[in-house]
């Protein structure tokens, strides 16, 4: 078992996350390779989505999580399967949007399912999505406590 490489590919997932949440789109081209796909299967937007190549993958994020949605991801228990240079990976997954413009919280579960590659040593997503275990809505206006403090990453913003 290649530990090394395992604990690579879960830095990268954890990176991909993270500039996700920040807006830091630079950060997620930079997990991804050239011909990355992904598949998000996610009632909010309708139908799945099936995007191919890093530009239309960063493109969507940067499009649909911009500076009025504030997320976050979070994966966890990795099943990870490394074969030289190639793995594949299945991660529990959780998030929560919380869509300012449109005053709606969305937060749901999912299994990622990705692959990987690595070139000159460096591991990359080669394909990442996932299909909703669950997903739900809240209005803004149904919840009256509600406050919101957050920080709207505007360092990534231009990104």
Excluded at 4 to 26: G, N, P, Q
Excluded at 97 to 103: D, E, S, Y
Aim: net charge negative; hydrophobic share 40%.
């Amino acid at each position: 078992m290649d530990l090394v490489a395992l604990e690579e590919i879960r830095r990268l997932k954890y990176r991909y996350l993270r500039c996700v949440d920040t807006k830091d789109w630079a950060g997620v081209a930079a997990t991804l390779t050239a011909d990355a796909t992904a598949d998000y299967g996610t009632p909010a937007l309708g139908e799945p989505l099936a995007l191919s190549g890093r530009e239309a993958v960063v493109g969507f994020l940067r499009d649909h999580l911009g500076q009025d949605m504030i997320t976050t991801h979070s994966a966890g228990q990795p099943e990870i399967d490394v074969d030289g240079d190639t793995a594949s990976g299945v991660w529990s997954f959780e998030d929560t949007v919380i869509a300012t413009r449109h005053q709606v919280v969305i937060a749901g579960a999912a299994f990622y399912e990705d692959r990987y590659q690595r070139t000159d040593g460096v591991w990359l997503i080669r394909h990442t999505g996932y299909q909703r275990t669950y997903e739900y809505r809240l209005s803004l206006a149904d919840l009256p406590g509600f406050r919101l403090t957050a920080n709207r990453w505007a360092a990534h913003s231009a990104g």
